[in-house]
């Protein structure tokens, strides 16, 4: 309890230095999620990961941001929550009833909640907040700089054929064997989350004004994800080459150079061999679309138990292995709808697609909406949300960038329109 003390002490420290700055918080969440993977956050935080209250060291730093925010300058918070009432009844019911839900089922849910949840949307508020446009870059370019790091890291243990971080940490996961594991994550928390924050950070290079910079992280995003051989990762990242190709605005020539280069990339990233784990599970992939059907259909057979309410967060693992599944229910909606009820989980992956619609196309940053479409489907395509990673930090941090992009460019169109000072901070308040 001491080290954890001495943590918080440490976010205290930090969000308060940075309490003019609240975004450059919100960056710093997202790069120790990525540096620190759930597994080793004892590290900072001296708890367990059994712990009710061993949330990620970056949970601490996001939570104490946001006190500290709330206690020195409370207002503008507020105004954003009383600017999205509905949202904001929803992210509360969601949290109360999977929180109650939680403790009476004795689930030890808590971290989880805490993780993927609590702290996700609270960065989500500081966000849409105080992140202007220039804040609104900075994070996407922080995303961009932790992916690329992810990548190039993903690639020397492929050279190594070691995880060489956190080897210890990761052993203690029951699906991680290191004789045997040749799928590569980095720092984050399996295969799976590597390709989902690669995938995220390809769509948000189609905002970048730079060609050489969009294609070189394309490329090295494309390498990456071929190690994580995550097969929907693997289709998600060629739909957003072939955006990258036929994107609107784009000149003919730059059509024609990207088009050609990424051939040439896929060429020879095929001639490398990195291409050879990937292929092969698309040939044989162990039982995994099996172990999908199957859950699948335990979850229909099953629905109407959980439709009110569920059995606490966590709890589909051991409801899983009570079925005879031989792995998870392998989606977190589903995971989400048995651990807390089918009502409450709508609400939420609901809220996230109503966020995504009603603001994701009308904002100004290039790649914003496809990274959040992007991670709502990749979120749901495995059990990305049931467990202690990078998802649900990502994911709000990158609807708060929808929200926000949309919020700055209703203002600057009231400002260009020559509307007066008054009408222009009325527009912003109200969208």
């Known amino acids: 309890m001491v080290t954890l003390a001495l943590w918080v002490a440490a976010c205290l420290v930090l969000a308060w230095v940075l309490r003019r700055r609240p975004v450059w918080l919100v960056a710093l969440v997202v790069l120790l999620w990525t540096a620190l993977p759930a597994v080793a956050g004892y590290r900072l935080n001296g708890v367990g990961v059994r712990s009710p209250i061993g949330f990620h060291p970056a949970t ?14 409370p207002l503008p918070l507020l105004r954003t929550v009383s600017r999205h009432p509905y949202l904001g009844l929803v992210a509360g019911l969601f949290v109360f009833g999977a929180g109650i839900t939680s403790l009476l ?8 909640l805490a ?35 992810q990548a190039v890291l993903s690639l020397v243990q492929t050279a190594f054929g070691s995880i060489i971080f956190f080897a ?34 390809a769509a948000l290079t189609l905002g970048l004004r730079s060609n050489a910079a969009r294609f070189s992280l394309l490329v090295l995003f494309s390498a990456s994800t071929l190690v994580t051989q995550s097969r929907l990762g693997g289709m998600v990242m060629l739909a957003v080459l072939v955006l990258a190709v036929f994107r609107t605005g784009a000149s003919v020539w730059t059509r024609l150079l990207t088009a050609g280069g990424l051939v040439g990339a896929v060429i020879w990233l095929d001639s490398s061999g ?33 439709f009110l309410s569920g059995h606490g967060l966590t709890a589909s693992y051991q409801v899983a292995r009570d079925a005879g599944l031989q792995t998870s229910i392998e989606s977190s909606v589903l995971m989400y709808a048995i651990d807390v009820g089918m009502i409450l989980a709508a609400l939420y992956f609901g809220a996230q697609a109503l966020i995504l619609l009603r603001y994701g196309l009308r904002g100004w940053l290039g790649g914003v909406f496809l990274a959040g479409a992007i991670l709502l489907v990749l979120q749901n395509g495995s059990s990305a949300l049931a467990f202690a ?26 400002q260009r ?3 007066p000072a008054a009408l222009s901070l009325a527009t912003s308040v109200s969208s």
């Open 168 to 201: 210890d940490d990761f052993a203690t996961n029951t699906w991680f064997n290191p004789a045997r594991f040749d799928r590569w994550m980095g720092t984050t928390d399996s295969p799976l989350i590597l390709s989902l924050l690669l995938c995220a950070a």
């Open 105 to 112: 089922s004795d689930t030890g849910g808590t971290r989880l």
């Open 417 to 419: 329109s020559g509307a």
């Open 274 to 306: 990195l291409a050879g784990g990937l292929i092969s599970r698309l040939q044989n992939d162990t039982g995994s679309s099996q172990a999908r059907e199957r859950a699948a259909r335990f979850f229909l057979g099953e629905w109407s138990d959980v």
């Open 60 to 73: 601490w730093l996001a939570i104490v941001a946001f006190v500290v925010q709330m206690l020195w300058n």
């Open 115 to 149: 993780d993927q949840i609590v702290a996700p949307l609270l960065l989500a508020l500081l966000v849409v907040t105080h992140a202007d446009r220039a804040g609104q870059l900075l994070l996407r370019n922080v995303v961009l700089v932790a992916a690329a790091a």
């Open 389 to 414: 990673n990078l998802t649900g930090t990502l994911t709000w941090v990158v609807l708060g960038l929808v929200m926000a992009g949309y919020s700055t460019r209703r203002r600057e169109q009231a």
